[in-house]
């Protein structure tokens, strides 16, 4: 075999283990930002903030989701830190995932806070007024804090 063939014989070998490993090794990473899955239920009980996403995604969407999270990891830290808080980004549009549109009544995307009893959920409010606030950081997150305040003292 001529140093040209093996040559590129060589690289084909590579460019399909590349094509083989890029998809494992971005599952691997997935798996290691959240364990159970990002649809997964708390084991126990547990407030859960979810913000629900499709594929396409817009600035208004990240920012939704950016304040949603900051809201819980930042402010609520020491209940998040506990468990009491959980914070889940769903995908509603992935396999498997579907279900969430007629659990919560889903129109599109967006935050729902979940009271989680014994693994299951016990009640749930959706906040798409919270849409209406991606222009004004401040405003969303304070209505954001507010709305899972208010969701926590309603009880379980």
């Known amino acids: 075999m ?3 063939k093996m040559a590129l014989t060589a ?3 590579l460019l399909v283990a590349a094509s083989i490993a890029v998809p494992i090794v971005r599952h691997v990473a997935a798996l290691e930002r959240d364990p159970t899955g990002d649809s997964a239920p708390p084991q126990s009980d547990a407030l859960v903030v979810y913000y629900f996403r499709g594929n396409v995604r817009c600035p208004a969407c990240r920012t939704l989701e950016a304040c949603a999270h900051e809201v819980v990891t930042e402010r609520f830290a020491d209940a998040f830190a506990a468990g009491r808080f959980v ?3 769903v995908d509603y549009q992935k396999p498997g ?5 007629s659990d919560f009544h889903l129109l599109t995307g967006g935050v ?17 007024e919270a849409w209406n606030m991606t222009g004004d950081r401040a405003a969303l997150v304070r209505h954001l804090e ?3 305040l208010a969701f ?3 009880g379980p």
């Open 2 to 4: 001529t140093t040209f």
């Open 11 to 13: 690289g084909l070998l």
């Open 87 to 89: 914070w889940r980004a």
């Open 97 to 101: 995932n579907e279900h969430f549109i």
């Open 112 to 128: 729902v806070l979940v009271a989680y009893r014994q693994g299951r959920p016990s009640r749930w409010k959706a906040l798409p």
């Open 146 to 148: 507010e709305a899972v």
């Open 152 to 154: 926590q003292k309603a």
